[in-house]
């Protein structure tokens, strides 16, 4: 399984960008080193295409400056979101071959698009004119871009679940040239359960996982001829507050990762959502973290490391 991590502390929300504590490197470090010890490990990060964007810009926002993070052990999965109100598919495509070919040593993997089948939240890219051909162009000129510079870098896009149009790969490849499944590596999976739709008492969490996954598989990528494809994990979180206990977040991460070690999943990435809490307010985007907003580490801190330690494999 690979194995990886979002590393910063802001996160979406219902329509904004959650969290103004300050991301402090040098804990971050000391939290990745002890998480991934000496295995091969991933780095979630985040850049935006907006139609302010210049032209030469290869920054990314989130977390900032991710390169301190990467040594000859950990690498970066970038994801390049399009958010033009323009609908400017040019300028993305132009955007996204400029991050691969500046970033290209350090990636592991690059993401086209983020929870674009989510078309009412402006924080994800569903909510911005023509996605689905900004999504296909984007994935041709990443792929095309990885071959020439840094071909073992895998391409792809992803969904979310449960709060989202589950037909959005059967209308990507639809509505685009036919050869888009071609340049797809893998697809990805946003995935929240008990977040936003609480399990009743009693539930078993390892059993909703494992349903969570069949179905989208069965439901979302099976009738768009993607059955077959690797699936990736690349956000899974459940956040602790008022009415969620550190217990309860520890379980569900390890209800997941089971999950998706189980031979009939196809998965075979998993990518924790989030290091560090956003916010000590309570509310339910500011607690994703398996690390308080000071870096003090949560029960579910040390089962990842655990399972990371058994489990996480190669590049």
């Known amino acids: 399984m690979r194995c990886g991590i979002y590393p910063g502390g802001p996160v979406g929300g219902d329509g904004e960008i959650i969290g103004s504590i300050p991301d402090e490197p040098r804990s971050i470090d000391s939290a990745l080193a002890c998480l991934r010890g000496s295995k091969p490990f991933h780095l979630r990060a985040y850049a935006q295409f907006t139609d302010d964007r210049a032209a030469g810009d290869v920054h ?120 888009v499944a071609g340049h797809l590596d893998y697809v990805g999976l946003d995935a929240f359960p008990d977040v936003f739709a609480p399990l009743s008492p009693g539930t078993d969490p390892a059993a909703v996982c494992t349903w969570l996954l069949s179905s989208h598989r069965t439901d979302s990528l099976t009738p768009a001829g993607l059955g077959d494809m690797p699936l990736h994990l690349t956000e899974h979180g459940c956040p602790t507050g008022p009415s969620r206990d550190v217990e309860r977040q520890s379980a569900m991460l390890n209800a997941m990762f089971v999950s998706a070690l189980q031979p009939g999943s196809g998965v075979t990435s998993y990518m924790h959502f989030s290091l560090r809490d956003a916010s000590d307010d309570g509310s339910l985007f500011g607690g994703f973290g398996l690390m308080t907003s000071d870096y003090s580490p949560k029960p579910a801190f040390h089962r990842y490391r655990q399972l990371i330690d058994e489990h996480a494999t190669s590049f």
Do not use: W
């Open 60 to 179: 990314i926002q989130h977390p900032r400056a991710p390169g301190r993070y990467v040594d000859e052990n950990t690498r970066l999965d970038l994801v390049l979101q399009y958010q033009s109100a323009s609908g400017d598919i040019a300028g993305l495509c132009a955007f996204v071959a400029r991050m691969i070919a500046e970033y290209g040593p350090v990636l592991g993997a690059v993401q086209i698009g983020e929870e674009a089948n989510v078309t009412d939240n402006p924080v994800l890219d569903g909510a911005y004119p023509r996605v689905l051909e900004a999504v296909a162009s984007a994935i041709l000129v990443a792929k095309n871009s990885a071959r020439r510079s840094c071909p073992d870098v895998l391409v792809g896009t992803n969904t979310t679940q449960l709060i989202a149009d589950p037909h959005f790969y059967r209308r990507l490849l639809d509505s685009v040239r036919p050869d």
